[in-house]
Nanobody, 121 residues
Framework: QVQLVESGGGLVQPGGSLRLSCAAS????????MGWYRQAPGKQRELVAA???????TIADSVRGRFAISRDNAKNTVDLQMNSLKPEDTAVYYC???????????????WGQGTQVTVSS
């Protein structure tokens, strides 16, 4: 079984910064894509940023230039550095691992439990 555990959410003032971290654990052989999604109240879950094993990134237009994603393939971790935060960034942020290959050669996608990010003065 594979688990994703997120950390780093919280309350921050507009213009501030937060760093989210996610660690995948379990019988993992490889993870093709790791990323972050967010869901604000009354809205659909949306992609914030994703990164492949080779380091190729996808960043949402709404956060480009403010957020940066990075990963450590050896540790199966992914971080999201969020700068210049705005109230509209308030949401529950979910870690996602896509195309996870476990040691029994099965492929699945996994989600973390979510961490709240609130940007408010």
């Amino acid at each position: 079984q594979v688990q994703l555990v997120e950390s780093g959410g919280g309350l921050v003032q507009p213009g501030g910064s937060l760093r989210l971290s996610c660690a995948a654990s379990g019988s993992i052989s490889s993870i093709y894509v790791m990323g972050w999604y967010r869901q604000a109240p009354g809205k659909q879950r949306e992609l914030v940023a994703a990164i492949t094993t080779s380091g190729s990134t996808t960043i949402a237009d709404s956060v480009r230039g403010r957020f940066a994603i990075s990963r450590d393939n050896a540790k199966n971790t992914v971080d999201l550095q969020m700068n210049s935060l705005k109230p509209e960034d308030t949401a529950v942020y979910y870690c996602n691992a896509e195309s996870v290959i476990t040691i029994d050669f099965k492929r699945s996608n996994y989600w973390g439990q979510g961490t709240q990010v609130t940007v408010s003065s």
